[in-house]
Nanobody, 122 residues
Framework: QVQLVESGGGLVQAGGSLRVSCAAS????????MGWFRQAPGEEREFVAA????????YYADSVKGRFTISRDNARNTVYMQMNSLKPEDTAVYYC???????????????WGQGTQVTVSS
C-alpha cells in the first residue's frame, strides 16, 4: 500500500510559478513510476507528467512541455512538479499517482492522492 499526499497548490497570476509536491508513505516508493494528472471542472482527468523509478526518464503532455518539470527524491519519498509560465488553462485539481508498470494511462496507476487545487488568474 502507498498513501500519497499532495501539497503546494494555490492561486497564482498568469506567468507565475508554483511547485507542487507529493509525499508517499511506505518503503517501496522507488518501486513505482510516479505521475501527475489534472482535472479541470467539467473535464476528464488528463495526464500531465511522469517520471520513472530511478528518475532517469521523464514524460510530459504536449500542453506543458517546456514549462513543467517533474522530479523525484527517493530518499525523501517525494515527487515534485515545478510549474513555470502558468496559464489560466492550467487551472485544475492536480493529482499525483503511483504505477507499478507503465506511465501513460491513468488505468495503470494503482494509488492516487487526494489532489491539490491550482488556480491561475488572468
Amino acid at each position: 500500500q502507498v498513501q500519497l499526499v499532495e501539497s503546494g497548490g494555490g492561486l497564482v497570476q498568469a506567468g507565475g510559478s508554483l511547485r507542487v509536491s507529493c509525499a508517499a508513505s511506505g518503503r517501496t516508493f522507488s518501486s513505482y513510476t510516479m505521475g501527475w494528472f489534472r482535472q479541470a471542472p467539467g473535464e476528464e482527468r488528463e495526464f500531465v507528467a511522469a517520471i520513472t523509478r530511478s528518475g532517469d526518464n521523464t514524460y510530459y503532455a504536449d500542453s506543458v512541455k517546456g514549462r513543467f518539470t517533474i522530479s523525484r527524491d527517493n530518499a525523501r519519498n517525494t515527487v515534485y512538479m515545478q510549474m513555470n509560465s502558468l496559464k489560466p488553462e492550467d487551472t485544475a485539481v492536480y493529482y499525483c499517482a503511483a504505477s507499478p508498470r507503465g506511465w501513460s494511462r491513468s488505468t495503470e496507476y494503482l494509488y492516487w492522492g487526494q489532489g491539490t487545487q491550482v488556480t491561475v488568474s488572468s
